[in-house]
């Protein structure tokens, strides 16, 4: 039973030095839109335009 009790003590190690209150929030953030975007633009970059000239070169014959 003493597992499914919550403890109210903080855990060790609990973020002593995380910064309070989200200080760099806005960086986090920024970083994240750059990551996302430099992930949309490495996608366009990879995948065809043609979707079907695309289906035409990799259709498959037989049971494959």
């Keep these: ?5 919550r403890s109210l003590e903080a855990p060790p190690g ?3 030095d995380a ?3 989200g200080d760099n ?4 953030r920024t970083r994240a839109r750059r ?6 633009r ?6 065809s335009g043609d979707s079907e000239g ?5 259709r498959q014959d037989g049971g494959q």
């Design 1 to 5: 039973m003493e597992q499914r009790e």
């Design 14 to 16: 609990g973020g002593g």
């Design 19 to 21: 910064p309070a209150g």
């Design 25 to 28: 929030l806005a960086e986090l």
């Design 35 to 40: 990551f996302v975007d430099l992930g949309r």
């Design 42 to 47: 490495a996608t366009d970059r990879i995948l």
């Design 54 to 58: 695309f289906n035409r070169n990799v």
